[in-house]
């Protein structure tokens, strides 16, 4: 019996990892034309490194865009652009990442990104 593979619920737009985590955003797919762009669009934080224990919802509060785009969330601000970023906790420090294609995104990260989408 051949398997029709699983339409994918999320599509990932920006990642960037480092020694501490992950953060990236994601697209939900299949949700109602009408649907919030808060439920369609959102940041994550998977903390762990090479080893992704715990996906973290970023609350986020507005964005710039610029040469380096930025991304504020009531936990930090993210800073970036196509190939880094700093992600600046308001309360544990910085952390320096590197982009990586979306699609390149480690398969721990997806593994655990795919269980967060399924149980929201």
């Known amino acids: 019996m ?13 990642a960037f990892t480092g020694h501490a985590g992950t953060v990236l955003e994601i ?11 808060s439920r369609k669009y959102q940041w994550l934080w998977v903390d762990g ?8 919802p970023l609350r986020f509060v507005s964005m710039n865009q610029g ?11 993210l800073r970036f ?3 880094e970023a700093e992600l600046a906790w308001h309360t544990a420090g910085t952390l320096h ?12 990260v997806a593994k655990l990104v795919a269980r967060f989408v399924a149980e929201q």
Request: net charge negative; charged share 20%.
């Open 2 to 14: 051949t398997q029709t593979p699983a339409t994918p619920a999320y599509e990932i737009l920006f």
């Open 27 to 37: 697209k939900r797919l299949g949700l109602p034309a009408d649907a919030p762009r």
């Open 49 to 56: 490194g090479n080893n992704p224990a715990q996906v973290v």
């Open 67 to 77: 040469m380096r785009q930025e991304r504020v969330f009531a936990e930090g601000t």
């Open 81 to 83: 652009d196509e190939r």
């Open 97 to 108: 990442l590197q982009a990586c294609l979306p699609y390149a995104a480690p398969d721990a």
